[in-house]
């Protein structure tokens, strides 16, 4: 069996899970060119909850000065190694809750991470760092999303979840909190075709809480690639697999208060 992460997202400062990300796929070019857009200038950037970067390097050459926070050492580590020659970017260690924003800054991107985040002291803080009506831009989703195995591959993930004792939550049916703290602005999708060895597919999934060696325990997470190189072989071509990412793009202005559904 294996454990849940807790609220703080502890299995993000485990070595193999940082470099596992390594293996997940890059977001679309037409997302950083949508960024770029949405961008009220190109001074300074925040990416928060940065990982290992990968908004942040791809952002880079477009703004004077980028600021790439998150609390764990490891996806730093990472971040700094794929970043390295953009000397524009600062990468600092620090829980978001905790950090000073020190702004003005003219966009602030959050990849995947805003639900590890506490909205009520974190947007009020993005509020007063971002210039007058620069955006905040929540981005997720880099996992396959399309392919002629999908389904088989959600009931892999399904079906070992529930054997760690969890139950399967679709995100799609739940709105998360930390909307009531953003008045948004737009929601955009864009998809990408990903083209990797199997290996790679399985190595990230490794990256993600759930799934990480750590908390797996070694026999279940060795049991957990088998199922899944099976199910990946049956449509692969020389060790190779194709499918389809889609990433959402959430465009608001953060709140010093909630939304009030009511008013």
Partial sequence: MFSSVGRTGEAFDDPDVAACYACRPPYPPELYRRLLELASGRGRLLDLGCGPGKLAIGLASHFERVIAIDPSEPMLRVARKLGAGHENIEWV??????TTLDGPFDLAVIGAAIH?????IVMPKL???LRPGAPLALVNGDEPSAAAWIDAYRAHLIRWVERGGGTWRDPVRTAPAY???????????FSSE???TVDDLIEAEHSRATWSR???????????????RGILHQHAVAGRI????????TVGLPRSKPNDPQA
Avoid: N
């Avoid at 260690?93 to 905790?98: G, K, M, P, S, V």
């Avoid at 909307?179 to 999708?189: A, G, N, Q, V």
């Avoid at 797996?216 to 690639?225: C, H, K, L």
């Fill in 194 to 196: 990903v083209d990797q």
């Fill in 93 to 98: 260690r620090a829980r978001a809750e905790e």
């Fill in 214 to 228: 750590a908390a797996m325990g070694v026999e279940a997470a060795s049991a957990f690639d088998g199922e899944l």
């Fill in 127 to 129: 509020k007063h760092a």
């Fill in 116 to 120: 590890w985040m506490r909205p009520e």
């Fill in 179 to 189: 909307l009531d703290w953003i008045d948004i602005r737009s929601r955009e999708s």
């Fill in 242 to 249: 194709s499918y389809r990412t889609d990433t959402t793009l």
